[in-house]
Protein backbone atom coordinates (compact mmCIF):
# COMPACT_ATOMS: atom_id res chain seq x y z
CA UNK A 1 0.00 0.00 0.00
CA UNK A 2 1.65 3.13 -1.12
CA UNK A 3 2.51 6.08 1.28
CA UNK A 4 0.51 9.22 0.15
CA UNK A 5 2.39 12.56 1.04
CA UNK A 6 -0.54 15.32 2.10
CA UNK A 7 0.90 18.62 2.26
CA UNK A 8 -1.26 20.77 4.65
CA UNK A 9 -3.12 24.15 3.51
CA UNK A 10 -1.18 27.16 3.91
CA UNK A 11 -3.38 29.05 6.73
CA UNK A 12 -5.55 31.94 4.36
CA UNK A 13 -5.87 35.48 5.85
CA UNK A 14 -9.15 37.16 4.66
CA UNK A 15 -8.35 40.10 2.45
CA UNK A 16 -9.31 43.33 4.00
CA UNK A 17 -11.30 45.40 2.50
CA UNK A 18 -11.05 49.75 2.53
CA UNK A 19 -13.54 49.70 4.84
CA UNK A 20 -12.40 47.34 7.65
CA UNK A 21 -8.56 49.19 7.54
CA UNK A 22 -10.71 52.43 8.51
CA UNK A 23 -12.37 50.23 11.16
CA UNK A 24 -9.39 49.19 12.57
CA UNK A 25 -7.14 52.20 12.40
CA UNK A 26 -6.75 54.11 15.90
CA UNK A 27 -7.90 58.26 14.96
CA UNK A 28 -7.07 58.84 18.61
CA UNK A 29 -2.96 58.93 17.19
CA UNK A 30 -3.37 61.31 14.55
CA UNK A 31 -6.38 63.81 15.40
CA UNK A 32 -3.86 65.96 16.48
CA UNK A 33 -2.58 66.20 13.13
CA UNK A 34 -6.34 66.07 11.25
CA UNK A 35 -7.27 68.68 13.90
CA UNK A 36 -4.43 71.04 13.42
CA UNK A 37 -5.01 70.73 9.11
CA UNK A 38 -8.73 71.44 9.87
CA UNK A 39 -7.84 74.66 12.09
CA UNK A 40 -5.36 76.22 9.78
CA UNK A 41 -7.25 75.68 6.66
CA UNK A 42 -10.28 77.51 8.59
CA UNK A 43 -8.09 80.52 9.87
CA UNK A 44 -6.66 80.55 6.48
CA UNK A 45 -9.90 81.46 5.00
CA UNK A 46 -11.52 83.03 7.50
CA UNK A 47 -8.98 85.80 8.31
CA UNK A 48 -6.99 85.71 4.66
CA UNK A 49 -7.38 89.86 5.13
CA UNK A 50 -6.21 90.22 8.30
CA UNK A 51 -2.76 88.97 7.44
CA UNK A 52 -3.28 85.59 8.89
CA UNK A 53 -0.87 83.44 6.21
CA UNK A 54 1.86 86.44 5.82
CA UNK A 55 4.80 84.94 6.56
CA UNK A 56 5.41 87.43 9.87
CA UNK A 57 2.35 86.27 11.60
CA UNK A 58 3.11 82.50 11.50
CA UNK A 59 6.55 82.76 12.39
CA UNK A 60 5.24 84.83 15.45
CA UNK A 61 2.71 81.98 16.35
CA UNK A 62 6.04 79.32 16.52
CA UNK A 63 7.62 82.14 18.83
CA UNK A 64 4.30 82.58 21.16
CA UNK A 65 4.18 78.76 21.68
CA UNK A 66 7.96 78.01 21.98
CA UNK A 67 7.48 78.59 26.17
CA UNK A 68 4.51 76.63 26.38
CA UNK A 69 6.06 73.70 23.71
CA UNK A 70 9.25 73.41 26.00
CA UNK A 71 6.93 73.28 29.59
CA UNK A 72 4.53 71.01 27.40
CA UNK A 73 7.61 68.82 26.77
CA UNK A 74 8.41 68.49 30.38
CA UNK A 75 4.60 67.81 31.33
CA UNK A 76 4.43 65.08 28.66
CA UNK A 77 7.25 62.99 30.70
CA UNK A 78 4.98 63.49 33.99
CA UNK A 79 1.37 62.82 32.93
CA UNK A 80 2.93 59.74 30.73
CA UNK A 81 3.79 58.65 34.18
CA UNK A 82 0.11 59.11 35.29
CA UNK A 83 1.09 62.10 37.54
CA UNK A 84 0.68 65.97 37.38
CA UNK A 85 2.46 69.22 37.75
CA UNK A 86 0.14 71.93 38.21
CA UNK A 87 3.23 74.48 39.13
CA UNK A 88 5.00 74.80 35.93
CA UNK A 89 3.88 78.18 35.18
CA UNK A 90 4.52 79.32 38.83
CA UNK A 91 8.00 78.29 38.47
CA UNK A 92 8.71 79.55 35.15
CA UNK A 93 7.27 82.64 36.97
CA UNK A 94 9.61 82.03 39.86
CA UNK A 95 12.56 81.28 37.52
CA UNK A 96 12.27 84.56 35.45
CA UNK A 97 12.76 86.85 38.56
CA UNK A 98 15.45 85.01 40.06
CA UNK A 99 17.53 84.83 36.92
CA UNK A 100 16.48 88.97 36.85
CA UNK A 101 17.92 89.69 40.16
CA UNK A 102 20.70 87.40 39.68
CA UNK A 103 21.66 88.97 36.24
CA UNK A 104 21.76 92.67 37.63
CA UNK A 105 24.00 91.36 40.53
CA UNK A 106 26.56 89.16 39.40
CA UNK A 107 26.36 89.01 35.73
CA UNK A 108 25.35 86.17 32.99
CA UNK A 109 26.68 83.02 34.59
CA UNK A 110 25.38 83.22 37.94
CA UNK A 111 22.18 84.56 36.51
CA UNK A 112 21.39 81.31 34.03
CA UNK A 113 22.76 79.03 37.23
CA UNK A 114 19.98 80.86 39.89
CA UNK A 115 16.76 80.15 36.91
CA UNK A 116 18.29 76.52 37.07
CA UNK A 117 18.51 76.08 40.58
CA UNK A 118 14.59 77.56 41.01
CA UNK A 119 13.75 74.20 38.82
CA UNK A 120 16.28 72.16 40.52
CA UNK A 121 14.91 72.98 43.84
CA UNK A 122 10.89 72.59 43.14
CA UNK A 123 11.31 69.82 41.36
CA UNK A 124 13.20 67.84 43.84
CA UNK A 125 11.05 69.18 46.82
CA UNK A 126 7.97 67.85 44.80
CA UNK A 127 9.46 64.70 43.79
CA UNK A 128 10.43 63.98 47.40
CA UNK A 129 6.96 64.44 48.21
CA UNK A 130 5.42 62.57 45.95
CA UNK A 131 7.86 59.51 44.74
CA UNK A 132 9.21 59.47 49.14
CA UNK A 133 6.17 60.47 51.03
CA UNK A 134 3.24 59.51 48.83
CA UNK A 135 1.08 62.39 48.10
CA UNK A 136 -1.06 62.73 45.01
CA UNK A 137 1.53 65.03 42.90
CA UNK A 138 -1.85 66.93 42.31
CA UNK A 139 -1.95 68.67 45.83
CA UNK A 140 1.80 68.90 46.10
CA UNK A 141 1.82 70.67 43.49
CA UNK A 142 -1.29 72.57 43.73
CA UNK A 143 0.31 73.83 46.83
CA UNK A 144 3.36 74.63 45.16
CA UNK A 145 1.83 76.45 42.43
CA UNK A 146 0.73 78.98 45.52
CA UNK A 147 3.77 78.95 47.06
CA UNK A 148 6.30 79.44 44.27
CA UNK A 149 4.10 82.41 42.96
CA UNK A 150 4.07 84.12 46.26
CA UNK A 151 7.98 83.88 46.96
CA UNK A 152 8.40 85.07 43.45
CA UNK A 153 6.67 88.07 44.44
CA UNK A 154 7.57 88.16 47.78
CA UNK A 155 11.29 88.74 46.73
CA UNK A 156 10.39 91.63 43.85
CA UNK A 157 7.32 93.68 45.79
CA UNK A 158 5.41 93.06 43.04
CA UNK A 159 7.71 94.92 41.00
CA UNK A 160 9.08 94.09 37.64
CA UNK A 161 12.80 93.42 37.40
CA UNK A 162 14.41 94.46 34.21
CA UNK A 163 17.28 92.80 32.47
CA UNK A 164 20.14 94.69 30.73
CA UNK A 165 22.57 91.94 29.82
CA UNK A 166 22.49 91.95 25.63
CA UNK A 167 24.01 88.13 25.92
CA UNK A 168 21.38 86.99 27.75
CA UNK A 169 18.12 88.95 25.96
CA UNK A 170 20.02 87.24 22.89
CA UNK A 171 20.79 84.35 23.94
CA UNK A 172 17.09 83.47 25.43
CA UNK A 173 14.52 84.60 23.14
CA UNK A 174 14.95 88.42 21.77
CA UNK A 175 17.70 87.01 19.13
CA UNK A 176 18.27 84.82 16.32
CA UNK A 177 20.37 82.07 15.47
CA UNK A 178 20.85 83.10 11.88
CA UNK A 179 17.43 83.55 9.61
CA UNK A 180 15.99 80.87 12.96
CA UNK A 181 14.63 82.84 15.67
CA UNK A 182 16.26 81.90 18.81
CA UNK A 183 12.35 81.06 20.49
CA UNK A 184 12.24 78.43 17.82
CA UNK A 185 15.49 76.60 18.33
CA UNK A 186 14.90 76.38 21.98
CA UNK A 187 12.15 74.52 21.63
CA UNK A 188 12.98 72.52 19.08
CA UNK A 189 15.66 71.96 20.92
CA UNK A 190 13.67 70.19 23.62
CA UNK A 191 11.41 68.48 21.18
CA UNK A 192 13.64 66.51 19.92
CA UNK A 193 15.87 65.57 22.72
CA UNK A 194 12.54 64.89 24.60
CA UNK A 195 11.54 62.48 21.71
CA UNK A 196 14.41 60.82 21.68
CA UNK A 197 15.01 59.83 24.73
CA UNK A 198 11.38 59.16 25.96
CA UNK A 199 10.91 56.76 22.53
CA UNK A 200 14.64 55.33 22.60
CA UNK A 201 16.19 54.73 26.07
CA UNK A 202 15.38 53.22 28.69
CA UNK A 203 13.83 55.52 31.26
CA UNK A 204 11.97 56.53 28.68
CA UNK A 205 10.53 52.95 28.53
CA UNK A 206 10.60 52.96 32.13
CA UNK A 207 8.39 56.39 32.42
CA UNK A 208 6.12 54.10 30.12
CA UNK A 209 5.77 51.10 31.93
CA UNK A 210 5.45 52.97 36.08
CA UNK A 211 2.98 55.19 34.23
CA UNK A 212 1.32 51.56 32.29
CA UNK A 213 0.77 50.15 35.12
CA UNK A 214 3.01 50.95 38.60
CA UNK A 215 2.69 47.16 40.11
CA UNK A 216 3.96 45.21 37.20
CA UNK A 217 6.60 47.99 36.46
CA UNK A 218 7.82 47.33 40.12
CA UNK A 219 8.09 43.79 39.51
CA UNK A 220 9.78 43.92 36.60
CA UNK A 221 12.73 45.85 39.15
CA UNK A 222 11.89 49.31 37.89
CA UNK A 223 12.36 51.83 40.91
CA UNK A 224 9.15 53.27 40.30
CA UNK A 225 9.48 55.81 43.09
CA UNK A 226 12.82 57.03 41.24
CA UNK A 227 11.18 57.61 37.75
CA UNK A 228 8.28 59.72 39.35
CA UNK A 229 10.91 61.63 41.16
CA UNK A 230 12.89 62.15 38.38
CA UNK A 231 9.83 62.87 35.77
CA UNK A 232 8.54 66.13 38.51
CA UNK A 233 12.73 67.35 38.49
CA UNK A 234 12.45 67.16 34.95
CA UNK A 235 9.36 69.44 34.46
CA UNK A 236 10.29 71.93 37.15
CA UNK A 237 13.74 72.26 35.01
CA UNK A 238 11.84 72.70 31.80
CA UNK A 239 9.12 75.28 33.68
CA UNK A 240 12.64 77.08 34.44
CA UNK A 241 13.84 77.13 31.45
CA UNK A 242 10.76 78.43 30.10
CA UNK A 243 10.88 81.27 32.52
CA UNK A 244 14.49 82.12 31.45
CA UNK A 245 12.71 82.45 27.58
CA UNK A 246 9.87 84.92 28.69
CA UNK A 247 12.89 87.05 30.71
CA UNK A 248 15.10 87.24 27.75
CA UNK A 249 12.06 87.50 25.29
CA UNK A 250 10.16 90.02 27.43
CA UNK A 251 13.66 91.57 29.16
CA UNK A 252 12.40 91.64 32.35
CA UNK A 253 11.12 88.89 35.01
CA UNK A 254 7.63 89.39 36.90
CA UNK A 255 5.79 86.90 38.93
CA UNK A 256 3.31 86.69 36.32
CA UNK A 257 4.81 85.27 33.87
CA UNK A 258 4.15 81.72 33.16
CA UNK A 259 0.37 82.39 34.43
CA UNK A 260 -1.92 79.91 33.50
CA UNK A 261 0.61 77.81 31.76
CA UNK A 262 0.15 74.58 33.12
CA UNK A 263 -3.28 74.64 31.89
CA UNK A 264 -2.20 75.28 27.88
CA UNK A 265 0.64 72.29 28.75
CA UNK A 266 -1.49 70.09 30.01
CA UNK A 267 -4.25 70.53 27.48
CA UNK A 268 -1.27 70.75 24.70
CA UNK A 269 -0.27 67.40 26.23
CA UNK A 270 -3.29 65.61 26.07
CA UNK A 271 -4.30 67.09 22.97
CA UNK A 272 -1.27 65.51 21.50
CA UNK A 273 -2.04 61.64 21.94
CA UNK A 274 -0.27 61.38 25.63
CA UNK A 275 -2.31 59.32 27.76
CA UNK A 276 -3.92 61.21 31.04
CA UNK A 277 -3.84 57.76 32.55
CA UNK A 278 -0.07 57.15 31.23
CA UNK A 279 1.53 54.34 29.71
CA UNK A 280 2.01 56.05 26.46
CA UNK A 281 3.22 59.76 25.27
CA UNK A 282 4.48 61.56 21.93
CA UNK A 283 6.43 64.57 22.38
CA UNK A 284 6.00 65.10 18.51
CA UNK A 285 1.95 65.15 19.56
CA UNK A 286 2.86 67.49 21.87
CA UNK A 287 4.16 69.82 20.07
CA UNK A 288 1.62 69.94 17.21
CA UNK A 289 -0.75 70.40 20.51
CA UNK A 290 1.22 72.94 21.00
CA UNK A 291 1.10 74.64 18.33
CA UNK A 292 -3.00 73.92 17.92
CA UNK A 293 -3.48 75.86 20.73
CA UNK A 294 -1.14 78.75 19.73
CA UNK A 295 -2.75 78.82 16.29
CA UNK A 296 -6.25 78.95 17.71
CA UNK A 297 -4.93 82.25 20.24
CA UNK A 298 -3.59 83.84 17.33
CA UNK A 299 -6.55 83.39 15.24
CA UNK A 300 -8.67 84.66 17.83
CA UNK A 301 -6.87 87.55 18.59
CA UNK A 302 -6.82 88.61 14.55
CA UNK A 303 -10.62 87.92 14.59
CA UNK A 304 -11.32 90.37 17.41
CA UNK A 305 -11.69 88.17 20.12
CA UNK A 306 -11.72 89.78 23.69
CA UNK A 307 -9.38 87.95 26.41
CA UNK A 308 -12.31 86.54 28.21
CA UNK A 309 -13.75 85.00 25.02
CA UNK A 310 -10.42 83.34 24.39
CA UNK A 311 -10.36 82.29 28.09
CA UNK A 312 -13.88 80.77 27.29
CA UNK A 313 -12.06 78.90 23.97
CA UNK A 314 -9.30 77.52 25.92
CA UNK A 315 -10.93 76.12 28.41
CA UNK A 316 -13.64 74.07 25.64
CA UNK A 317 -9.86 73.20 24.40
CA UNK A 318 -8.97 71.55 27.70
CA UNK A 319 -12.43 69.99 28.34
CA UNK A 320 -12.20 68.53 24.67
CA UNK A 321 -8.40 67.01 25.43
CA UNK A 322 -9.74 65.06 28.37
CA UNK A 323 -12.72 64.07 26.23
CA UNK A 324 -10.33 62.33 23.69
CA UNK A 325 -7.64 61.60 26.27
CA UNK A 326 -6.30 57.88 25.42
CA UNK A 327 -7.50 55.13 28.05
CA UNK A 328 -5.78 52.07 28.97
Same mark, same amino acid.
Given at each position: ??????? /?????????????????????????????? #??????????????????????????? +??? &??? &?????????????????????????????? @?????? !??????? /? =???? $????????????????????????? @?????? !????????????????????????? $????????????? /????????????? +?????? #???????????????????? &?????????? @?????? !? @???????????????????????????? !?? +????? =?? =????????? /?????? &??? =??????????????????????????????
Amino acid at each position: MSKVNTI /APRDTVAPRNFGTVLKDLDWRRYVIYIGFV #VVFLFFAVLLRDQGFLSPNNLLNIFRQ +TAT &ITV &IAVGMTYVIACAEIDLSVGSVAGLSSVCTA @MALSQW !GLVPGIL /A =GLAV $GLVVGSINGALVSLLGIPSFLVTLG @MLGIAV !GVAQWITASAPQPILNDTFNMLFGS $GNFGPVPGLVVWS /AIFVAIGAVVLNR +TRFGRQ #VLATGGNRNAADFTGINTKR &IKFQVLLISA @MAASVA !G @MLYAGRLQSGRFQWGSGDELSAIAAVIL !GG +TSLFG =GF =GSIVGTLFG /ALLIGL &INN =GLILAGLDSSQQQVVRGAIIILAVAMARKK
